[in-house]
């Protein structure tokens, strides 16, 4: 079933509004033995991206090429290059497709991992390049709030996300953008608009996605080609 979708909706996932349950987090991380401490190394949060790089993702629509640019928001390419090196959006859902708007994804199904790249959040940049059709974004909540999820312009969203101000913060930094197959994205699944809960994903990974929203399409696999 296709959801009827409020415009401002639109915003409130993307500012990624949706507050975690805390408790659920502080139960779980004690019930979680120490063996599944993340398991990447200690300089790679430090790592610097190249100037341009080029990654695949494979999806099961198929597969998009996308180049990123340091100068467009040099923290946070460090960042995507950081979480792609890493397979953090391996088998990630995409879990929030609004028609001919945007897709978004990057709560990662390792809940441990999630939280240790989450918990590190980006400092402000201002927007360089348009969000036209098949550039990518960080999603943010507020200030410095840039930390794992990104969206995927479905369309011209230029200039409205360029300069749509939210606490005092304006726009949304493009970090790079498709280079081959642009409008695959397109044909994501977007029946679920808006429904599944971020919070949910977060504590309970793809579990809670597989079980509720079973047709949504995922990242099978993203790496770095270039």
């Not at 349950?21 to 979680?32: G, H, Q, V």
């Not at 200030?143 to 360029?162: A, M, V, Y």
């Not at 971020?198 to 929203?213: E, M, P, V």
Request: include cysteine.
């Amino acid at each position: 079933m296709v959801i009827s979708v409020d415009p401002n909706d639109h915003l409130k996932s993307i500012f990624n509004t949706m507050k975690p349950s805390y408790a659920l987090y502080a139960l779980l991380l004690f019930l979680l033995p120490a063996c599944t401490t993340p398991r990447i190394s200690a300089r790679l949060p430090h790592r610097q991206a190249p100037a341009t790089f080029k990654a695949r993702f494979e999806t099961s629509k198929g597969d998009f090429v996308a180049e990123f640019h340091r100068a467009w928001s040099p923290l946070a390419v460090d960042r995507a290059y950081q979480l792609i090196k890493s397979g953090f959006y391996n088998d990630a859902a995409i879990f929030r497709v609004v028609k001919d708007y945007v897709a978004q994804f990057g709560i990662g199904n390792d809940t441990t991992l999630h939280a240790f790249w989450n918990a590190r959040k980006l400092a402000d940049e201002p927007v360089v390049v348009p969000n036209t059709e098949g550039t990518i974004s960080f999603a943010r909540s507020g200030p410095n709030s840039r930390g794992t999820q990104l969206f995927i312009n479905l369309k011209n969203n230029s200039p409205r996300l360029d300069t749509l101000a939210y606490q005092s913060v304006k726009g949304f930094p493009v970090i790079g953008e498709i280079i081959e197959n642009k409008t695959m994205p397109g044909r994501f699944y977007s029946g679920y608009g808006n429904s599944p809960r971020q919070d949910s994903i977060q504590a309970y990974g793809n579990r809670y996605l597989r079980t509720n929203f079973p047709q949504l399409d995922y990242i099978k696999k993203a790496r770095i080609i270039k």
